[in-house]
């Protein structure tokens, strides 16, 4: 009797509901169902659905995508069998079952990325992940054209992390332009129906998260930002608004692999939201995202309390590298210099560095321990900054960003830690015996003194961090060592065990 | 019968001693006296006189200078008639009587400099003290030659500060040469008589005192400082020595009106004094300096505690420049970035900066409210290096220096600050509705953004810091105003009231 209920109950569902009967590891398993509900299914509607393997469940919650439609969206962290029951207060929604394999993850699908070895970062299959990061806030909402020529640069750049808002953004002169939807029902004019989400809107965003996880980019969503100014109200709604908002975009998101929480970009600007605020919606995010992305929020003038248990690592925005050591030490977390101002030349105070200074700051960053985002403001006759709207790179950092990715990479993955003392002067990565990265930054001097250890040879190459070269040094060196440098700027030393 | 004992009192003086009868107002008044004592007159006598002007009276220290000659030095800070009496433990020393005229100050003479509306200096007559410092630590013990040579350096050059040492120096392979006599009797090898001092070297040191205050220049005497490392052992004497040694030194250079206390370099490194030390000595110095002379400690990586009431002004090594706001409001002192790496090429962090980045390291500092201090490292055949040696600058930024000098000399004298806040990228020092000089550093920006008072009319100029450029700007301006600049790093604008 029990046998031939689950029976109907699956042609039940063959009927009126669609699922992937495969999915590979760590990619989007969709089940999707139509049903008419009474009421406003954004609001009317409760959908979960528990998802099993080897007698492990993990809950996620569905999503009302318009037109009837219905989504539960999962990512599978391991190979196999899974099944599924749905939960929902909508009887047609409830208790509808199936089942689907997932594939061992290939190519350049490596898992979402996670906290590994407490300052650093690595993917979900134990590759390394070092943060390469730029910048584009508002590049989703700039149209089709522009979408695919950021897409194609960011394929050919060294980035590797991009940080990007959900909500429209103007701010100042160089970003005014409005989206072609928007996330809720309504008009600026008529005011919007918080109640209502637009789909269109985020199956827009989320097919760029989809897009740049295919060129291995990882997506750091911000949540909140407050470059709104009144203009939508996106920056000021009601609370249960956000909470909601919150659970919805994590419903319809989280399973993307590359996905990162940025709760808010300079929090605290944004007046409407108070400290406990901002609490509440982090352990909303913290209950309802299954998969522990990576989750910070990035500061104006005040720090967010980084030490909270939700909070996997700093995403600081300053000008002073010279504490990374101690915010690790203090934190005990990957520190990332989300926004240490912007290479290009417009007159405000965060978007006119040089190329050089750029490039010397992901140095000194990187051999403090941490790790640097990248953001170009060069002024553009049709104010197409890469920092809001993307578009193409006119700097001269990324080429000489990538080159140091490419050192990074050549790097130990692990017990790799920065020199630290109270002077903090000197900038050195280090594994103990193993491999010592020196940066020289703005200094002119013509030799480096190396204290190496003594009991170990070690290869050295000279590295001219601007014109990316790398260059050999005869011999092997132990103890004491003094490399002769060409006394210019922006040089660096490598010295790897000579046997490792 | 008073009157005849004062008489003979008279002759007596006379007879065994010399004071002069006139004296410059903040000038070096001397009284000096030959007397036969027994026992070690270092140790055994004390002799003081109390000086009166106008029913005000000091009291200050003499001190004994080798062949039965006792001296008193003073230095009247106000013009008109001064009577001094001595006392002593010694009976042909006391109570001998005497008088001078103090001539008003004139010429270049504008007396000790001061702590003025918290942050700033100024000459006990009024004008305004901006320090421009150098290091030469020591430059006094490197024979007469290189002395005059030295001399001559900084007599063309910008500074009108230098900090140096009392005790001979060792350091690396820069410095290693022995000066031509020490501070106490006996040798290296045999041992010193920590009682008795050799006033030789004493004369020597004063004199060089004497003879940059002849040049309008400060020296910041370092009293004690860790390069001995066991060479001659100044760096650990007994707690008793290093006090006769502080208090004989008070005694024979306090009168000269351009002394500052460094009570030690890099304080923390001289692993032979604890913090308790440290604060006796400073309690000594301040007890027995009448002229509340500027008074500090240089640190290595740890702060002595600023706060405390003998410490005049901040002296502080650091490459961090971001916090000089915060520490000018913590301490409510002037902050004096003491040592900030050295122009030069030698592989060491501490000297190896371009004359560029010396530059900019003094117009950072300046526009945020702080004080900058020079020195130059450049690998010498004959390791004459300026920092410890002095000789002659090779370096690019004196002259840069000497610019920005001129650029504060004509700043507002009061109500100048720095803007502050949390983000602190900005450094604009500030006198309102009056002055605005902005800093633009390393930057490349193609405008800048002034946010100039609504009501106020404003002459700007545009100031390129290393081509020593100063470029008025057509017109007058108000709020908002967007000053054109050449996307070149190390540019500042000074906006000026048109009626100030």
Not at 105 to 132: E, K, L, S
Not at 208 to 219: P, S, V, Y
Request: net charge negative; proline share 5%.
């Amino acid at each position: 009797m029990a046998k031939s209920i689950i029976f109907w109950g699956q042609i039940l569902i063959a009927l009126h509901s669609f699922a992937q009967t495969e999915c590979m590891q760590w990619g989007v398993f969709e089940w999707s169902m139509n049903a008419s509900v009474s009421g406003n299914p954004f609001t009317s509607v409760d959908l979960s659905a528990q998802f099993a393997h080897n007698g492990r469940t993990v809950t996620v919650n569905g999503f009302y995508d318009g037109e009837s439609g219905f989504k539960i969206r999962f990512m599978p962290d391991a190979a196999g069998g899974w099944t599924f029951t749905t939960k929902s207060n909508a009887r047609e929604l409830n208790g509808k079952t199936g089942r689907f394999t997932c594939t061992p993850a290939g190519g350049d699908n490596h898992g979402p990325v996670r906290v590994r070895n407490t300052f650093d970062f690595g993917y979900a299959d134990g590759t390394p992940f070092y943060p390469v990061g730029t910048t584009c806030y508002a590049w989703v909402w700039q149209g089709d054209e522009r979408v695919n020529q950021t897409l194609e640069t960011l394929e050919e750049s060294p980035f590797n992390k991009i940080r990007m808002c959900v909500f429209p953004k103007q701010y100042d002169v160089y970003i005014q332009n409005e989206p072609f939807c928007y996330p809720f029902e309504g008009s600026k004019e008529d005011g919007w129906d918080f109640t209502r989400f637009n789909p269109v809107y985020f199956r827009y965003f989320e097919d760029k998260i989809a897009r740049l996880a295919d060129l291995g980019i990882e997506a750091d969503v911000i949540l909140f930002h407050p470059y709104d100014w009144g203009k939508w109200g996106f920056d000021s709604m009601p609370a249960e608004v956000n909470e909601r908002y919150l659970r919805y975009l994590v419903a319809r998101i989280a399973a993307y692999r590359n996905v990162w929480w940025s709760m808010a970009n300079e929090w605290d600007c944004v007046g409407s939201k108070t400290v406990k605020d901002w609490d509440r919606l982090f352990r909303i995010l913290a209950k309802k995202d299954p998969y522990g992305h990576p989750c910070s929020m990035h500061n104006g003038m005040k720090w967010y309390d980084h030490s909270k248990p939700y909070i996997t690592h700093l995403s600081v925005q300053t000008t002073d590298f010279f504490h990374i050591q101690d915010w690790r030490k203090a934190f005990q977390k990957p520190v990332l210099i989300d926004e240490c101002v912007y290479e290009g030349d417009i007159p405000t105070d965060w978007g006119n560095l040089s190329a050089e200074e750029m490039t010397g700051r992901f140095w000194q960053v990187t051999c403090r321990g941490g790790y640097c985002t990248h953001g170009e403001t060069y002024l553009h006759p049709e104010n197409v900054l890469w920092w809001s709207k993307g578009g193409v790179l006119h700097g001269q950092s990324p080429d000489r960003i990538g080159f140091l990715r490419l050192i990074m990479e050549k790097r130990p993955e692990e017990g790799v830690y920065p020199f630290h003392n109270l002077w903090n002067k000197e900038m050195i990565l280090i594994k103990d015996k193993e491999y010592y990265l020196y940066y020289y930054g703005y200094t002119q001097q013509k030799a480096a003194r190396l204290r190496l250890p003594e009991d170990v040879k070690f290869k050295v190459e000279v590295i001219d961090t601007w014109n990316m070269t790398l260059t050999p040094v005869e011999g092997l060196f132990s103890g004491n060592a003094e490399i002769r440098l060409p006394g210019t700027p922006w040089m660096a030393v490598r010295a790897v065990a000579a046997d490792g």
